[in-house]
């Protein structure tokens, strides 16, 4: 396969669309720990824009190639149906673009960011590859999933040596209960695919219908968690409603018309957009006044 063929085919793995959704939380989390733009923030944030994404995304999609086939959204934003072909070279790449960066973390950083960090990728891994394959353990699927999501902002507040305090571990576990809920609603969609492929899921296990319901609670009382944060955290809580608005119309969805989420989801990814709008307005004012 030509080489223009084979990174096209890895950028469409990494889910270039979804880029921002790890690499902004450690950007964040670092930047507003330590006030400094140096060296470690810039390759933290790079490893968690795009070879963080290609390792995460990119096991996923060698290990979900069955699934993926019969799985209609696929091939786009959703991810890439992997030729075979490239499914050791997927891996490799992943590894390979991962290994200078935590190097260089390891070096600059201390045994607890070790862990975080170790963790962190030990869940990007075991989402997907067996023997653990955590996505399809349900109810775990949907933890780990999160886990992606707000590690890397855990492992920058201590990689930057943050002092923890009750508001942030609040802002941590709205962050937490926003991926479980954000997980559970986009395996509501594949219900079919994952029965088909025998792939286990939260939605597979539990129905479309619960599923949606349970995401529902959880986006709830994350927007109720952030009442608990230092002002102006409390405001965050606003941007929990468009999710609300998009989900809410899936409430009642069964198994047989589960597919019908995937409008609510292509409304998520530009959701996601306004609500890291709204949360960086909301930083730069913390910023301001700390």
């Known amino acids: 396969m030509h080489p223009a063929a084979v990174a096209r085919q890895l950028l469409v793995a990494s889910r270039p ?4 959704n790890t690499a902004y939380p450690f950007a ?14 810039v390759v933290g944030t790079l490893f968690f824009l795009v070879p963080y994404n290609l390792a995460m995304y990119g096991v996923n999609d060698v290990f979900d190639y ?16 992997l030729d075979p072909r490239l499914h050791r070279v997927t891996l490799w790449a992943a590894a390979l673009a991962c290994l200078p960066f935590i190097a260089y973390l390891v070096l600059v950083g201390s045994p607890w960011s070790w862990l975080v960090l170790g963790a962190s990728l030990f869940f990007v891994v075991f989402y997907s590859a067996p023997p653990l394959r955590l996505k399809e353990v349900p109810f775990a699927d949907s933890i780990t999933s999160s886990i992606h999501f707000f590690s890397p902002a855990v492992y920058a507040l ?4 943050a002092a923890w ?11 937490a209960l926003w991926g479980i809920a954000s997980h559970a609603f986009g395996a509501v969609q594949d219900v079919a695919a994952d ?6 899921s939260i ?3 539990r129905g479309a219908r619960w599923t949606v319901r349970f995401a529902l609670v959880c986006y ?3 927007g109720i968690t952030m009442l608990f944060t230092t002002w102006p955290g409390p405001l965050a809580a606003v941007a929990i409603i468009p999710y609300l608005a998009i989900v809410w119309p899936f409430r009642s969805v069964t198994d047989d018309t589960a597919a019908q989420a995937t409008r609510g989801w292509r409304r998520f990814l530009w959701v996601n957009q306004l609500a890291g709008f709204l949360v960086t307005v909301l930083l730069l004012w913390y910023a301001l006044i700390r």
């Open 195 to 200: 029965r088909a492929a025998g792939i286990s």
């Open 28 to 41: 964040a989390a670092y930047l507003l720990t330590t006030h400094h733009v140096g060296v470690t923030f």
């Open 165 to 175: 305090s009750w508001p942030l571990v609040a802002v941590i576990v709205a962050f």
């Open 66 to 81: 069955e699934s993926d086939l019969r799985n209609p959204r696929k091939g786009g934003a959703h991810g890439a149906v």
């Open 17 to 20: 669309v979804s880029w921002i």
């Open 158 to 161: 201590v990689l930057a040596g």
């Open 203 to 205: 939605a597979t296990a």
């Open 220 to 222: 709830l009382v994350a």
